[in-house]
DNA sequence: GACGCTGCGACTGTATACAAACGCAGCGGA
DNA sequence: TCCGCTGCGTTTGTATACAGTCGCAGCGTC
């Protein structure tokens, strides 16, 4: 009997979930200072579900407290995003091979459509940048390895606020999208070895474009 | 100007602090619910800042918020106590390499300090633990690669309550003591192959005690 | 006897209210 | 002119108080 996750919680588990998606979305910038009643009302609540939700996102690495004196969006420095990515790069590729293990015909095509969707999206960056999350997200969790997951979900978010700027730039659209089928394409043949070289190239491709533009 | 860590909150930070040591401990027992008022009674504080306490530990992962329901310490069954073996051994060993190049000569008395520490705790069950602890998390201080290191605080505090019925029991302990040993010749000599073989022997091993143990 | 309903008790979730800490503007002195 | 101090305003931190939800015991019904 396992009482793993169900992050769900009342009411800061909402709040938390838009607050990550603000962050993600640039609403709330890296650095930027938190004034718990403003965004208590922005939200339409009180501080404290708010603060709850904040401490949250503390553990998770997405803000920093620096107690009596507010809280900041947390900020990666070139140091700690290069580091970001060879975590990536050591969890991704693993976790890959886990999901080619656990993935049926209508796990195929699910992953057609959601890549397919991505491409639907055109040059529009916030849809391209929500599609290109769950695409990923849902070969993860073909792998139920749930630990793995939670872990791969605080890089991901973790990463957002600066992949995004690449995204937005717009460049590189279709060998992303060609990317993707091929994971599509290494899922439906059952071959691990191409998820993992495909999974590798293309979060090296991300890492090299948020360091450069991160400078 | 990077605003990481500074997990450092005001009263919420020790609070955590006070509880992740319960459930290491054993306080605290996997799948124990927690009632935020006797729970705040004995910390000697209200239920807020418990509350936000426990939501940052419910973020990594060390509680589960069942809403309107009440909070229970996470528990693991075999399959995740496995995975997250796993995950160690595809974190720890990678930065152990880092460590060997941060490490200076006064850090390598440090550790064989920390290790004789240990050894003087004899059959005393929690201080090894503590010790234990204390010992890996300064090697991997040394890789100075902070998002990985709070990653791995992440999975050691997540099974600590399950190692230290192994810790417990007392069996090998001259292997354990002789493994950290090797580790600190390892980093004395820098050589970052036979620390990494140094730290994979020693995770497989708990790996094997615990998950034998918790059939 | 088993099932469903109802009301109570206990606990969680949240708003309000207050106490404490910080930071800055303004003043005084060197 | 620059430095240090003081007092106020703003913001954070926490306790109290109340509203909402859940679970169970007890009753009634089929």
Redo the contacts with the bound molecule.
Sequence with gaps: MDTLPDVT????GPIAERLREWIRRGVLRPGQ?????EL?GEL??????L??ALHGLAAEGLIA???????VVAELGRAELAELFELRLRLEPALAEEAVRGCRARDVEALRAAAERMREQGADAEGRAVENYRFHRRIYELAEQPLSLRFIDQLLHLVEPYSRRWVRSGHDLARIDAEHDAMVAALAAGDAGALRAAIVAHVEGARDHVLAAHG
């Design positions: 919680r009342a009411s800061a200072h938190l004034v718990q009643e208590a339409g609540v009180s501080r404290i579900p603060r709850e407290v620096q107690p009596h004196r507010g809280m």
